[in-house]
């Protein structure tokens, strides 16, 4: 089995700043991309960022310039800077990894989320 754990949520004011960190453990042979996903109330979880083991990365517009991603292959950990926040980001945030158990064996897993709440 693979776990993610997720650390770093909070509540911040609008234009302030908050890194989440994931940590994957158990069964890895490898891990391909790994990312953050959102889910804020009354909408579909929708992709952040997401960065692959060669370093490449993908933004979603709205938060391009203002969040960073990544990750550090040799602690299997991804991270994500999040500055100048705004309101509309408040969501539970999501970690997502696509892991390579063995040769043969692959598999997708989430995080159970971390809450993060900008006030205007």
């Known amino acids: 089995q693979v776990q993610l754990v997720e650390s770093g949520g909070g509540l911040v004011q609008a234009g302030g700043s908050l890194r989440l960190s994931c940590a994957a453990s158990?069964?890895?042979?490898?891990?391909?991309?790994m990312g953050w996903y959102r889910q804020a109330p009354g909408k579909q979880r929708e992709l952040v960022a997401d960065?692959?083991?060669?370093?490449?990365?993908n933004y979603a517009d709205s938060v391009m310039g203002r969040f960073t991603i990544s990750r550090d292959n040799a602690k299997n950990t991804v991270y994500l800077q999040m500055n100048s926040l705004k309101p509309e980001d408040t969501a539970v945030y999501y970690c997502?990894?696509?892991?390579?158990?063995?040769?043969?064996?692959?598999?997708?897993?989430w995080g159970q989320g971390t809450q993060v709440t900008v006030s205007s």
């Open positions: 158990g069964s890895i042979f490898s891990i391909k991309t």
């Open positions: 997502n990894a696509d892991v390579m158990r063995s040769f043969w064996s692959r598999g997708d897993y």
């Open positions: 960065i692959t083991s060669g370093g490449s990365t």
